[in-house]
Every structure is written in structure tokens, then in C-alpha cells.
């Protein structure tokens, strides 16, 4: 190794993962929780189809992906330099309009900013320049999430008036119970990004992409870069299901949950990737049909078929690790 890192220095750039984790969480939320604000909105004007909630929705989605990218390069970066990257993400706060969401955002983007001046320095006094130039590329990406979120700090939204019109009888079957059982979805959901990204990056670590027989050499490639590539294109798509849950619970006067349950587990090699990915959606797939079954029983047909939906590409998920077991 080119350069010599402190236990501190990985600690570090760890703050920055669980930063970075925590915020694309928040923000994937907060535009799950943009539809409902669009339900109760009187369009700004009746001959547009979108409003200032469409055009805000779609930038937190945007930086959502944008954030979780940062922290997908700052895990490798820590995996090449020898470290272990953490499961664990930052706090979440959310808010209930788009100016308490800018708000929320502008203080993440601030300590952001304040935590990634520290790395850039840190790095640049041990020589890790790889380190130095991709903070510095991370920072200038946070300061312009910052000045978009200032644009709508003073943004005055409509009052939330509460309604004239008693709460209608078919929606009396979303209990608390009810909101428990679909936030472990959320949860689940969160456990999946967060494991199958680690797992992604950590793929890149030396010794899981060496080539050690001769067809791995001949074809650039081996078992870690294929198993790779399969997590990328699953961790996506669980964003889209944490996305698309989220939006439905807030949809139905609910709270969401943030944080990650069961805790995400990473393991060292690729079979004990595909083992550990291989448990988790075929959890996943029993509480999902549980929900389903609860969602039958209620008469909620359009929760079920949600969920009817994504647990086809959870089924899909499950197959593909089998195929690769040993």
C-alpha cells in the first residue's frame, strides 16, 4: 500500500459513509412523502400538470441517488485502502413540507461539508491524494445540493388545514398495527441498500477480483466481478421499492421508518456474500407475503398488489444467489 492510513483515518472517512448513507435514506424519503403534500395541494395553475412539490420531488430523488453513489465510492475507497467500511448510516430527520425538508437538508448538507473539509485536509497531510481529489469532487457535488436546498427554505407551503370531511369508513383499516407491519418493509428494504452496496464495493477489494485460473484470465473476469454486477442492478432496485413503500404508507396518513432492520451483515468472501443475500431476501419474501395476506384480509388492494409487484423481483433476487451457491 502506497499509503500508510491510521485507524482514526478509516474512522473518518466511516463518518463519511454513515453520513452519506443516512442523507440518501432522508432524501428518498422525503420524496416518498412529496406525493402525499401533492394530494392536498389546489394545483398552482389548473392548466399545468405539475406544481413546485413535482419539481422539489424530483430533485430529492435525484440527490438521493447522487448521495448513495458518494458513499458507494468513499466504501471502495476505504476497502483498497485496507479498512472496513461501517453498516450503519447517520440520523434521519424528514419533516412534513418542503420547507422543514429544505431546512433538514441544508443542516445535512452543512455538516456534510464541515466533516468532508476535515478528510480533504486529513488526506492531504498523508499523501493520499486519490483520497484528496475524490472528497474534493464529493464537496463541490454537496455545495450545490446546498444551495438548491437554501432556494427553498422561505418557501411558504399550503397550510395544512385539517379536513371538513369525516375520516371515511373503508380508511378506518389502517391501524397502527397495520403501519407496523408495512414499516418492516421500509426497514427491510433499507437493510437490503445498505448490505448489497457494501457488498458491491468491497468486491473491488484486491483479492476478490484476483484471476486464478487461466479461463478467469483469459476472459478478465472471475466470480466476485460477476456476483458484482448482479448487486448493483438489485440494490437499485430496492431503492425503487424502498421509494415506492414509503410513498404509499405516507400516502396513507402514516410515518415511515429510517433505520435499517435486521442490521445489515457483510461477510468476507463472495459465498459468504450469497449466503448472507440469499437469507435476506428469502425473509424478505416471508414478510412480504405476510403483508400480502394482511393487505387480502383488509380489502387494501392496492397495497397488495404493491407488494404482489415487488415481491416478483424479490423472488427474481432469491434465484439469482441461489444460482451462484456453492
Do not use: C
Request: net charge negative.
Amino acid at each position: 500500500m502506497a499509503v500508510k492510513v491510521t485507524p482514526d483515518y478509516i474512522d473518518l472517512l466511516n463518518k463519511a459513509v454513515e453520513h452519506e448513507l443516512g442523507v440518501s435514506v432522508q432524501y428518498i424519503l422525503q420524496h416518498g412523502k412529496m406525493e402525499k403534500l401533492i394530494k392536498k395541494l389546489i394545483p398552482e395553475n389548473i392548466l399545468l400538470d405539475k406544481t413546485t412539490y413535482d419539481a422539489v420531488g424530483k430533485f430529492l430523488r435525484e440527490i438521493a441517488i447522487q448521495e448513495m453513489k458518494h458513499a458507494s465510492d468513499i466504501i471502495e475507497r476505504i476497502y483498497y485502502l485496507g479498512g472496513k467500511a461501517v453498516t450503519t448510516s447517520g440520523k434521519v430527520n424528514i419533516g412534513n413540507n418542503i420547507r422543514e425538508f429544505a431546512q433538514n437538508g441544508v443542516t445535512a448538507e452543512e455538516e456534510a461539508l464541515m466533516l468532508y473539509r476535515q478528510i480533504i485536509e486529513a488526506a492531504g497531510k498523508i499523501g493520499d491524494w486519490q483520497t484528496r481529489t475524490l472528497f474534493e469532487r464529493i464537496y463541490r457535488e454537496e455545495e450545490d445540493h446546498l444551495f438548491k436546498f437554501q432556494e427553498y427554505v422561505k418557501f411558504q407551503d399550503e397550510p395544512d388545514q385539517p379536513s371538513k370531511v369525516p375520516m371515511p369508513e373503508w380508511r378506518n383499516i389502517y391501524t397502527n398495527d397495520y403501519f407496523t407491519l408495512l414499516n418492516k418493509a421500509v426497514s427491510a428494504e433499507i437493510t437490503g441498500i445498505i448490505q448489497y452496496i457494501n457488498q458491491h464495493e468491497k468486491m473491488n477489494f484486491v483479492d476478490l477480483r484476483a484471476k486464478n485460473t487461466v479461463l478467469e484470465t483469459i476472459t478478465e473476469t472471475n466470480g466476485a466481478v460477476v456476483v458484482s454486477k448482479i448487486l448493483r442492478g438489485v440494490f437499485m432496485q430496492e431503492m425503487d421499492h424502498l421509494e415506492k413503500i414509503s410513498e404509499r404508507i405516507y400516502l396513507l396518513e402514516g410515518e415511515a421508518a429510517t433505520n435499517p432492520n435486521p442490521l445489515p451483515v457483510v461477510g468476507e468472501t463472495v459465498q459468504d456474500f450469497l449466503v448472507l443475500d440469499h437469507k435476506l431476501e428469502s425473509d424478505t419474501i416471508v414478510l412480504y407475503r405476510k403483508i400480502i395476506a394482511k393487505a387480502l384480509e383488509l380489502g387494501d388492494t392496492t397495497t397488495r398488489r404493491l407488494f404482489e409487484d415487488i415481491i416478483i423481483q424479490e423472488e427474481e433476487h432469491f434465484w439469482v444467489f441461489d444460482d451462484y451457491l456453492k
